[in-house]
C-alpha cells in the first residue's frame, strides 16, 4: 500500500526510534513492528486533522483489508494517538536528563534601594588642602549590579555519564510502550474485523435457513391442499419457520454492533446521519493460514521480543541508574564559570559610577555531612530497584502463561475446524437425501426439518470455528510479541516469504 512504502524512511528520521528487523514467527511470516511503528511516527508529523464527528470517513466508500483497517487505527485510534503524546513527552524527559552534562549560560540583574540611617558611610581621618572636611566615603541610598555568566559542570560524582544512558534508556522504554500499544491496537482491531465477517456470515446463515424452511412450508401447504399431508405438517413447518425469523434478527443485530465496534476501534465516530447501518466493505475472509508453531519456541519468541517484558528491562536498568545517582550524592561536584558583569561603584553615591569587568573560576563542593539525605536515597533507590527487579520476573511467568494458553487454544480451534471440513458436505446430502425421501413417501417431514436444522447448526459451527481459529493466531501472535500483521500481506492472505 501507497501509505506504507514510506514507513522505514519516517522511523530512520525520528529522534526517538532506531528501528530494527524484527524476528520473524513461523514460516514465510514477517511481522515489521517497527515499520508499522514508523507509520504512526510519520502520521503524527504530518499533522493531519482528526476526521470531524459530523463528517463520513473518508474509507466507507472503499473495500477495506485488515492492513487498510490496521492503517486507519494507527492512524486515529485514541490508545495510539495518546501513545504518540507519550513518546514526544519522553523526548522532552530525555532533554531534561542530559541538561546536567550541557554547559548554563545565565544572566542576572540586581537593584536595590536602601534606607538612609542604613547606609555605612566611611569618613577618612586627614585634611587634604583645598577639599572640604572631613573627607569620606558615599555609596549612597541606590545599589545595582547585572552581569551574565556561562556554567560548566566538570564532576558530578557519576551524574553526568549515568544521565546520558538514562536518556538512551528512557528513549528505548518509550518505544517498547509503543510498540505494546500498536500490538494491542493491532490484535483489537484484526479481532473486531473477524467478528464482523463472523455475523455478517451468521446472517447470511440464518436468511438461507428462513429461505429453507419457507420453501417447505410452501410444499407443505400445496401437498396440503391436494390433501397428501396433514395439517400438522403445515402448522410444524409454521412452527419451525417462526423459531427461525428470530435468530435472523438476532444475527442482523450482532452485524450491526460489531461494525460499531470495528468502528470505534478505528478511532472513528459514526456519523450521526447515517443511522444503524454502517456501509462498511470488507474483503477479507476467516481463512486464515495454519499456524505450525511449538510451545517451546513460542515462550522463547515472546520472552525475546515481547515489547512489556523490553520495556520492564529497560526501567530495571533506569533504576539501577539511579543508585549511581543517588550515590554521587556522596562524591564531591566540580564546576568552572567564566562570565562578565558590570555594577554600581561602592565608593560614589553617583548611580551612574559603575565597574565592570571580566571573571572566571572554579568551584568545588561536598557535602561532608548531609543529614543522612544521600543514604536514603540510595535506600530508596535500591528498594525501588529490587521491585523493578521482581516486576519483571512475575510479569514473564505471566508471559508465559498467555503464550502456553494462546497455543492451547490455537491447537484446539485447529482441531475443531479440521472436524468441520466434511460436515457441510455431508449436512448438504444429508437434506437432499431427506428430501428425496419425502417426495418418495418414504420419509417424514420431521427428517427434512432436522436435516435443515442440523445443516443450519453445520455452516453456523463452520464459520465460528473459522472466525475462533482466526483470533486464535492472533492471539498468539500478540502473546509472542508478533501481532502487527505483515505490511504486504493481510491475515487471509498467504504471506509473502522473507
Not at 39 to 49: D, N, Q, T, V, W
Not at 189 to 198: K, S
Not at 253 to 278: K, S
Amino acid at each position: 500500500m501507497p501509505r506504507l512504502a514510506h514507513t522505514a524512511t519516517a522511523a530512520k528520521r525520528s529522534p526517538l526510534l532506531e528501528p530494527t528487523r524484527a524476528t520473524p514467527l513461523g514460516t514465510g511470516h514477517r511481522s515489521p513492528i517497527i515499520g508499522l511503528l514508523g507509520l504512526s511516527l510519520l502520521i503524527s508529523a504530518l499533522g493531519r486533522p482528526a476526521t470531524p464527528e459530523s463528517a463520513a470517513p473518508p474509507w466507507l466508500d472503499r473495500p477495506l483489508t485488515v492492513a487498510d483497517c490496521l492503517n486507519l487505527a494507527f492512524d486515529q485510534n485514541a490508545e495510539v494517538r495518546k501513545s504518540r503524546q507519550d513518546l514526544e513527552a519522553t523526548h522532552g524527559v530525555m532533554a531534561q536528563t542530559r541538561a546536567i552534562v550541557w554547559p548554563k549560560l545565565r544572566a542576572a540583574g540586581d537593584y536595590g534601594l536602601v534606607e538612609e540611617q542604613a547606609v555605612d558611610r566611611y569618613e577618612l581621618p586627614i585634611n587634604v588642602p583645598g577639599v572640604p572636611s572631613p573627607l569620606g566615603i558615599d555609596p549612597g541610598t541606590q545599589r545595582w549590579a547585572a552581569g551574565v555568566r556561562i556554567i560548566q559542570s566538570f564532576y558530578e560524582g557519576g551524574r553526568m555519564t549515568s544521565a546520558l544512558r538514562t536518556a538512551r534508556l528512557l528513549r528505548e522504554q518509550a518505544v517498547a510502550r509503543h510498540m505494546a500499544v500498536l500490538s494491542d491496537t493491532a490484535t483489537d482491531v484484526r479481532v473486531a474485523y473477524y467478528n464482523v465477517l463472523l455475523a455478517q456470515q451468521e446472517v447470511r446463515v440464518s436468511e438461507a435457513s428462513v429461505e429453507l424452511l419457507e420453501k417447505e412450508l410452501e410444499d407443505s401447504q400445496r401437498r396440503f391442499t391436494a390433501g397428501t399431508v396433514p395439517r400438522f405438517n403445515v402448522l410444524r413447518a409454521e412452527v419451525e419457520l417462526a423459531n427461525a425469523r428470530p435468530r435472523v434478527s438476532r444475527a442482523r443485530n450482532a452485524y450491526r454492533i460489531t461494525r460499531e465496534i470495528l468502528v470505534q476501534q478505528l478511532g472513528y465516530a459514526v456519523p450521526q446521519e447515517m443511522g444503524g447501518e454502517i456501509p462498511l466493505q470488507l474483503v477479507d475472509t476467516l481463512d486464515v493460514p495454519h499456524l505450525e508453531l511449538d510451545v517451546t519456541t513460542a515462550v522463547r519468541l515472546a520472552k525475546e521480543r515481547r515489547p512489556e517484558l523490553v520495556a520492564l528491562r529497560k526501567n530495571e536498568a533506569l533504576r539501577q541508574e539511579d543508585v549511581q545517582g543517588a550515590r554521587a550524592g556522596r562524591r564531591p561536584r566540580l564546576e568552572g564559570y567564566a562570565g562578565y558583569g558590570v555594577r554600581k561603584s561602592n565608593f560614589s553615591s553617583d548611580v551612574d559610577d559603575e565597574v565592570h569587568g571580566w571573571e572566571v573560576g572554579v568551584q568545588a563542593v561536598w557535602n561532608l555531612f548531609d543529614g543522612h539525605l544521600t543514604r536514603g536515597k540510595i535506600q530508596e533507590a535500591q528498594a525501588l530497584l529490587e521491585k523493578s527487579q521482581i516486576e519483571t520476573d512475575d510479569v514473564s511467568r505471566k508471559i508465559e502463561l498467555e503464550v502456553r494458553s494462546a497455543c492451547s487454544t490455537l491447537v484446539e480451534a485447529w482441531e475443531v475446524l479440521e472436524s468441520q471440513r466434511k460436515v457441510l458436505e455431508q449436512a448438504d446430502e444429508a437434506l437432499r437425501l431427506a428430501r428425496a425421501r419425502a417426495d418418495a413417501g418414504t420419509g417424514t417431514q420431521l427428517d427434512v426439518l432436522g436435516a435443515q436444522t442440523a445443516l443450519t447448526d453445520a455452516r453456523t459451527t463452520d464459520i465460528r470455528a473459522r472466525r475462533d481459529y482466526a483470533v486464535a493466531r492472533a492471539r498468539v501472535e500478540r502473546a509472542t510479541g508478533a501481532s502487527v500483521p505483515d505490511v504486504n500481506a493481510s491475515p487471509g492472505i498467504q504471506a509473502k516469504p522473507e
